[in-house]
């Protein structure tokens, strides 16, 4: 079965670096889009990034754009977030989520699976 386990949330200072990463097992990576999502604290579920599923064309929400950073690795089967100047508005949960074909979409009807979460705080 499919499973994503996502890792590496921290509790961070304003400013700071954090990569998180997503291990994918139980389907063809490599064939997929992946995509990262996150949910604020009292917010809705919000699309963060995406990547095909050769690891081309990646896309960003454009709060995040210029700031994060998304690749994956098609033999270890991981897909990482590399996020930079973290600010509190970034604090969420974020999810790593399997897309439905290889193109990666913003909508999010178009990830159907995602793993349980790594909390990220930014907080001075």
């Known amino acids: 079965q499919v499973q994503l386990v996502e890792s590496g949330g921290d509790v961070v200072q304003p400013g700071s670096s954090l990569r998180i990463s997503c291990a994918a097992s139980?389907?063809?990576?490599?064939?997929?889009?992946m995509n990262w999502l996150r949910q604020a604290p009292g917010k809705r579920l919000e699309w963060v990034s995406g990547?095909?599923?050769?690891?081309?064309?990646?896309g960003y929400v454009e709060s995040v754009q210029g700031r994060f950073t998304i690749s994956r690795d098609n033999f270890a089967n991981i897909l990482y977030l590399q996020m930079t100047n973290l600010q509190p508005e970034d604090t969420a949960v974020y999810y790593c989520?399997?897309?439905?074909?290889?193109?990666?979409?913003?909508?999010?009807?178009?990830?159907?699976?995602w793993g349980r979460g790594t909390q990220v705080t930014v907080s001075s």
């Open positions: 139980g389907f063809s990576f490599s064939t997929y889009a």
């Open positions: 990547i095909n599923a050769d690891g081309g064309f990646p």
């Open positions: 989520a399997k897309g439905t074909s290889g193109p990666y979409s913003t909508e999010l009807a178009e990830s159907d699976y």
